[in-house]
Nanobody
Protein backbone atom coordinates (compact mmCIF):
# COMPACT_ATOMS: atom_id res chain seq x y z
CA UNK A 1 0.00 0.00 0.00
CA UNK A 2 1.00 3.58 -0.62
CA UNK A 3 0.09 6.43 1.70
CA UNK A 4 0.19 10.07 0.66
CA UNK A 5 0.28 13.06 2.97
CA UNK A 6 -0.05 16.60 1.61
CA UNK A 7 1.07 19.76 3.33
CA UNK A 8 1.61 23.43 2.59
CA UNK A 9 -1.81 24.70 1.58
CA UNK A 10 -3.22 27.95 2.88
CA UNK A 11 -4.41 31.43 2.08
CA UNK A 12 -2.46 33.64 -0.31
CA UNK A 13 -3.15 36.90 -2.08
CA UNK A 14 -3.56 37.09 -5.85
CA UNK A 15 -0.16 37.21 -7.52
CA UNK A 16 1.45 35.42 -4.61
CA UNK A 17 3.22 32.09 -4.37
CA UNK A 18 2.72 28.90 -2.43
CA UNK A 19 4.36 25.49 -2.38
CA UNK A 20 2.57 22.29 -1.52
CA UNK A 21 4.28 19.01 -0.77
CA UNK A 22 3.25 15.38 -0.93
CA UNK A 23 5.17 12.73 0.95
CA UNK A 24 4.68 9.11 -0.04
CA UNK A 25 5.25 6.19 2.30
CA UNK A 26 4.69 2.46 2.19
CA UNK A 27 5.44 0.50 -0.97
CA UNK A 28 6.97 3.49 -2.72
CA UNK A 29 9.07 1.47 -5.18
CA UNK A 30 5.80 0.51 -6.87
CA UNK A 31 5.03 4.11 -7.83
CA UNK A 32 5.29 4.91 -11.53
CA UNK A 33 4.11 8.48 -11.45
CA UNK A 34 2.88 11.13 -9.06
CA UNK A 35 0.95 14.28 -9.59
CA UNK A 36 -1.42 16.92 -8.38
CA UNK A 37 -5.09 17.35 -9.12
CA UNK A 38 -7.46 20.01 -7.87
CA UNK A 39 -11.16 20.34 -7.36
CA UNK A 40 -13.00 23.61 -6.91
CA UNK A 41 -16.55 23.76 -5.52
CA UNK A 42 -19.05 22.65 -8.13
CA UNK A 43 -16.36 21.59 -10.59
CA UNK A 44 -14.81 18.34 -11.66
CA UNK A 45 -11.41 17.27 -10.43
CA UNK A 46 -8.76 18.30 -12.94
CA UNK A 47 -5.11 17.55 -13.55
CA UNK A 48 -2.71 20.24 -12.40
CA UNK A 49 0.64 18.56 -13.02
CA UNK A 50 2.18 15.12 -13.18
CA UNK A 51 5.70 13.70 -13.10
CA UNK A 52 6.81 10.17 -13.89
CA UNK A 53 9.62 8.18 -12.31
CA UNK A 54 11.60 8.84 -15.45
CA UNK A 55 11.11 12.58 -15.11
CA UNK A 56 8.49 13.21 -17.77
CA UNK A 57 6.29 16.14 -16.81
CA UNK A 58 2.95 17.42 -17.97
CA UNK A 59 0.81 20.35 -16.88
CA UNK A 60 -2.80 21.36 -17.15
CA UNK A 61 -3.29 24.17 -19.64
CA UNK A 62 -4.47 26.63 -17.01
CA UNK A 63 -1.27 26.42 -14.95
CA UNK A 64 1.42 26.21 -17.64
CA UNK A 65 4.11 28.79 -17.09
CA UNK A 66 3.00 29.48 -13.51
CA UNK A 67 3.29 26.15 -11.68
CA UNK A 68 6.28 23.84 -11.43
CA UNK A 69 6.24 20.24 -10.30
CA UNK A 70 9.36 18.55 -8.97
CA UNK A 71 10.25 15.31 -7.30
CA UNK A 72 12.76 14.29 -4.65
CA UNK A 73 13.13 10.56 -5.14
CA UNK A 74 15.31 10.13 -2.05
CA UNK A 75 12.52 11.58 0.10
CA UNK A 76 9.67 10.11 -1.94
CA UNK A 77 8.24 13.59 -2.05
CA UNK A 78 6.65 15.62 -4.81
CA UNK A 79 6.41 19.39 -4.71
CA UNK A 80 4.19 21.83 -6.54
CA UNK A 81 5.49 25.38 -6.68
CA UNK A 82 2.66 27.74 -7.53
CA UNK A 83 3.47 31.26 -8.67
CA UNK A 84 1.34 34.13 -9.95
CA UNK A 85 -1.65 32.64 -8.21
CA UNK A 86 -5.12 33.68 -9.30
CA UNK A 87 -8.46 33.48 -7.49
CA UNK A 88 -9.48 30.76 -9.94
CA UNK A 89 -6.68 28.59 -8.58
CA UNK A 90 -8.67 28.27 -5.37
CA UNK A 91 -9.42 24.60 -4.82
CA UNK A 92 -8.62 21.54 -2.78
CA UNK A 93 -5.38 20.14 -4.14
CA UNK A 94 -4.98 16.38 -4.08
CA UNK A 95 -1.82 14.37 -4.44
CA UNK A 96 -2.04 11.28 -6.63
CA UNK A 97 0.24 8.30 -7.10
CA UNK A 98 -0.14 5.62 -9.73
CA UNK A 99 1.54 2.26 -9.34
CA UNK A 100 3.12 0.33 -12.19
CA UNK A 101 0.28 -2.13 -11.91
CA UNK A 102 -2.27 0.66 -12.36
CA UNK A 103 -3.47 1.05 -8.76
CA UNK A 104 -4.37 4.62 -7.89
CA UNK A 105 -3.80 6.34 -4.55
CA UNK A 106 -4.96 9.72 -3.27
CA UNK A 107 -4.01 12.00 -0.44
CA UNK A 108 -6.54 13.65 1.84
CA UNK A 109 -6.27 17.00 0.06
CA UNK A 110 -5.03 20.42 1.09
CA UNK A 111 -6.97 23.65 0.68
CA UNK A 112 -5.45 26.46 -1.37
CA UNK A 113 -7.33 29.75 -1.26
CA UNK A 114 -6.32 32.74 -3.37
CA UNK A 115 -8.05 35.86 -2.14
CA UNK A 116 -7.34 39.42 -1.15
Amino acid sequence: QVQLVESGGGLVQPGGSLRVSCAASGVTFSIAAMGWYRQAPGKQRELVAGISTGGSINYGDSVKGRFTISRDNARNTVYLQMNSLKPEDTAVYYCNAVEWGGNDHWGQGTQVTVSS
